[in-house]
């Protein structure tokens, strides 16, 4: 039993964790969020190349006929990724890593997802997407006694594109810039663009890498509330999106839909950039449980 004590001393079972999260697995992939399909409509009523706007027309009646079937939208399903923010009250947080991979076991043969979790030394395929750190789970503390899941479905051709560079200090933001407009423009159209580019400063190695690909996980179109960063963010889109490499690659006006920069603060000898590519299927989907069991999805309309 995992619990959650609020008003009333109500439950959320660990059966409830399972079933929100076999949801949300299911909306990711056959159904975009609609700020996704907003940028990609914008991207196609502003593209001017025709093979480019072709391609977006493709892309968004794939993401009309995955909705419309329940299919998934992309044969890869990706390697599974969860962020839990858990409410500092909640008893039982041991149990929910259970209800999480359950779920996964689930949707990978009701969904179906893909089964892409495989030893990386014996070369074995789970089957299950089941595995060692997979799915993996990021963890946040939180005040309160709420439960809020995210899932992040994250491709591999767009994986295999991102970069971790180890400036140094002296090349600063212009060394930034510079590297995260080359790992666009070297990927070119691998990750089946138009992308959505996650960029992480400063920390280590792991905690640059991290910041980036939870960047992925923000609404496409806000701004960031740091002004400075905001600018930023501007500006690396514009150089990116004068590339002309377009949609898959083909030219056009739109290679990336957003880019969105995080950061922590550095050690003096040491200036980490990292670049995490999303494809133009930015998969994520998530749900607040409350303490009453009342769920609340905040990225999908669920009837």
Partial sequence: MFSVHGAGNLLVTGELVETVAFK???LAVTELPQDVKDALHKAYRQETNQVGKAQLKAILDNIELAEKTCSPMCQDTGIIIFYVKAGSQIQGLDQIESAL???VE???CEVPLRPN???PFTQQNSGNNLGRHVPYIHWE???????????????GGSENVSALAMLTPGQGVSGLKRFVLDTIIAAGAKPCPPTVI?????GGADIAMNLAKANLLKPLGEPNPDPELAKLEQELLQAANSSGIGPMGLGGKTTVLDIKVDYAHRHPASYPVAVVVQCWAARRA???????GKVEYLTHKVV
């Fill in 24 to 26: 949300l697995l299911q």
């Fill in 101 to 103: 991979r359950n779920a």
């Fill in 106 to 108: 689930k949707a990978t």
């Fill in 117 to 119: 979790a495989v030893d």
């Fill in 141 to 155: 503390i939180v005040p309160g006694n709420s439960l809020e899941i995210t899932v992040l479905p994250k491709g």
């Fill in 198 to 202: 996650g960029v992480g400063v400063g």
């Fill in 286 to 292: 998530s749900a607040k449980i409350y303490s009453d």
